[in-house]
């Protein structure tokens, strides 16, 4: 690897400073050199792959959409610049989309509350089981990821299917109530078991991470303090916590809001979220300037929520240090 | 009745005896030191009486009643841990309130009793600190004074001053007698360190593997050690081990190999032959270039192997010419005089039979 070296002329700059032009920094000092040579490469794809396409996305979200689909020439054929915000406004008149954007947030809100829910006792088992088993839980929580994510969802299909066992011990027990069979698959029940089970990882392995740092020490300050069982983990190991929360709840909610490929299988007619929207928008109506808007949307309110995780999390991060 | 009792009370993990069938009781108002090596069970006897471990056998009672029923949250004791183990995520005073929430203290009493406990351990003004932002020494009288805001009947000490340096070690060994002179809750501490026993308590318990070897005044543990585990565990001490030769009634002779008959005085009813060790400081011991005038009760010849200079005293080991090596010392009173021997010279030891202390083992 090529060491940072001092720059010979730089150092004389210092020594002789009357050779040197007032003012003038010298130019690629040796560290600034190293740090381009290692942040260089992602920094560039970062560029290519996130920056370019977004900025394609913006331009595009302001043109028109072709009669077939895709995009009308930029320069239409009295030589005018062809650019508005018309599909911004069809999003902000439209209500229909807004409240697909809402349910989608609802739905990434419940499955991040399950996922919080079913995580942290799992957490806590994994922290506070022995070395030895510890790394058998672990990778037992990143085993799904072994298999294809589509066929996990199929994988769903069978489970909740109508002729599955659990179906049929469902609409049974129903029946014993007197109420009429329901179906489980194509629902947003169907949708928001999958959302859970799918993105219970994320929540599972920050909250980890967190909880397997805490100090028995101050558990037992706690109880020596009065507190019983319930109180030590409210006052104690869940604010200690949080960290861990906001960070699981950050992977688990931005991704469950755009996602398009659970509804898509396993929802009915009414679950169509904002990513099957963005979907259809650029492969089934193929109006490219109205995807483009959503997706925009999408990117800043998963943006803004990002933020406001981080902030919170760093709020509470320096006061624990 | 003792405030608290503690009968027989044996603790086993596995093959191993952590606390053997100890019996000890301590009163209102006293502080009172487990003295002992690691492993030697003070800090799971500690743990047995705030309730965090439980006796395999034996009884722990507090004010005449037993506690093995009583989990740790419900006990009226209260500990102050080695780490001092303060909330990170609360405030100076919210650690102290802590204990005040969970006994339903009233909000507005609440803001007294802090400010009261804060004055004890003199922290008044540091209300909105976090752990963080406080030094060790300020850590550990947060510690104290969240255990001690709640007027607990009792409180236990797991070797609070260890984590600090030595000069805040003597400030606060010094802070601590003061407040428990001042709240006169009875205090029982841990310790590893002999020198914080003695300075503190007012009764200690030397323990080793499990036991109570003696229990007793700090001047009493010092001066009069019954076992060698005690006198060699407290402070420096020669132990000169060997057959009782002689026993006149009030003076006994041990025939110390290396070193010849060492008369000690003593009332033991030991005869010739039975093995005994006398324990001698070695400050009680004079040593000097030339005979001494007089004639000492024990007196013997050697030679300066190594020293040791200390600041305020060194330390000299002198060989006999029967190869015993006693360790001797000698305050250097006199200004920039570092030693008044040099390895390698010949020296003269002597000490009245009341110097030392006899011990039957």
């Known amino acids: 690897m090529d060491a940072p070296r001092p720059n010979p002329l730089a150092a004389r700059a210092e020594t002789k400073p009357s050779v040197s032009r007032a003012g003038e920094r010298p130019r690629n000092r040796p560290s600034s050199r190293g740090k381009w040579l290692v942040s260089g490469p992602p920094l560039l794809y970062l560029i290519v792959f996130f920056a370019l396409p977004t900025l394609i996305m913006v331009l595009a979200s302001f043109r028109t959409p072709a009669e077939f689909g895709g995009l009308a020439p930029l320069v239409d054929e009295t030589g005018r610049l062809d650019l508005n915000v018309d599909s911004y406004v069809r999003f902000a008149t439209e209500p229909v989309f807004l409240r697909v954007f809402v349910k989608s947030a609802g739905y990434a809100t419940l499955t991040t509350l399950f996922c919080l829910l079913l995580a942290y006792p799992l957490a806590t088992l994994i922290a506070n089981s022995s070395r030895k088993y510890r790394d058998v839980l672990l990778l037992l929580v990143i085993l799904p990821f072994w298999s294809n994510f589509l066929i996990r969802i199929y994988a769903w299909m069978i489970i909740l299917g109508p002729n599955a066992a659990l179906a049929k011990f469902v609409n049974g027990a129903l029946a014993m109530f007197g109420a009429g069979p329901v179906p489980l698959l194509f629902s947003g029940f169907a949708v928001l078991v999958c959302l859970v089970y799918v993105h219970l990882p994320f929540m599972v392995l920050p909250l980890y991470a967190n909880l397997e740092k805490h100090e028995q020490g101050l558990l037992d300050a706690a109880q020596d303090l009065g507190a019983n069982a319930w109180q030590r983990f409210w006052r104690i190991t869940f604010p200690l916590s949080l960290p861990g929360v906001y960070a699981g709840a950050a992977l688990v909610f931005i991704p469950a809001l755009g996602i398009f490929a659970i509804p898509d299988i396993l929802g009915g007619p009414d679950d169509t979220l904002i990513g099957n929207l963005i979907k259809q928008q650029f492969l089934e109506t193929r109006d490219w300037p109205f995807g483009s808007v959503l997706s925009i949307v999408l990117t800043v309110a998963a943006l803004v929520l990002a933020g406001i995780a981080a902030w919170v999390g760093r709020r509470g991060a320096s006061r624990h240090a | ?361």
């Not at chain 2, 009226?76 to 841990?81: C, I």
């Not at chain 2, 797991?158 to 007698?177: H, Y």
Request: proline share 6%; charged share 20%; aromatic share 6%.
């Open chain 2, 1 to 361: 009745m003792a405030l608290l009792e503690i009968q027989g009370v044996t603790r086993r993990f596995g093959d191993f005896t952590a606390v053997d069938d100890v019996s000890l009781a301590v009163e209102a108002g006293e502080f009172f030191t487990l003295l002992g090596p690691s492993g030697c069970g003070k800090t799971t006897l500690l743990r047995m009486i705030a309730g965090f471990d439980l006796p395999d056998a034996g009884r722990i009672l507090l004010n005449g009643e037993d506690l093995a029923a009583r989990p740790p949250e419900l006990r009226p004791v209260r500990t102050v841990f080695q780490s001092y183990a303060l909330f990170p995520h609360m405030t100076v005073e919210g650690n102290i309130a802590f204990p005040l929430a969970m006994a339903h203290v009233p909000a507005g009493e609440r803001k007294a009793r802090i400010e009261a406990a804060l004055e004890d351990v003199r922290l008044t003004g540091f209300n909105r600190r976090y752990p963080h932002e406080l030094s060790g020494g300020q850590r550990q009288r947060v510690a104290i004074a969240r255990a001690l805001v709640t007027h607990p009947t009792m409180l236990l000490l797991d070797e609070p001053l260890a984590a600090l340096d030595a000069k805040l070690r003597e400030d606060l060994s010094i802070e601590l007698i003061n407040l428990q002179k001042e709240v006169g809750i009875a205090f029982v501490y841990v310790t590893h360190d002999q020198t914080e026993a003695l300075a503190l308590s007012h009764r200690i318990a030397v323990m080793n593997r499990g036991r109570i070897e003696q229990l007793d005044e700090p001047s009493k543990i010092y001066g009069f050690p019954r076992t060698r585990f005690v006198a060699d565990f407290i402070g420096h001490c020669n132990l000169f081990s060997g057959p009782v030769a002689a026993n006149a009634g009030d003076v006994v002779t041990v025939d110390v190999g290396g070193l010849g008959p060492v008369r000690v005085a003593a009332r033991s009813a030991l005869g010739s032959g039975a093995s005994g060790t006398v324990a001698l400081r070695p400050e009680k011991i004079r040593i000097s270039a030339s005979a001494p005038e007089d004639t000492p009760d024990n007196h013997y010849r050697g030679t300066v192997q190594d020293l040791l200079y200390m600041g305020d005293v060194t330390v000299y080991r002198v060989g006999t010419p029967g190869g015993a090596v006693v360790e001797t010392l000698l305050a250097n009173s006199q200004s920039g005089r570092a030693k008044f021997f040099e390895v390698g010279d010949a020296v003269e030891m002597s000490w009245p039979v009341a110097a030392g202390h006899f011990i039957e083992e």
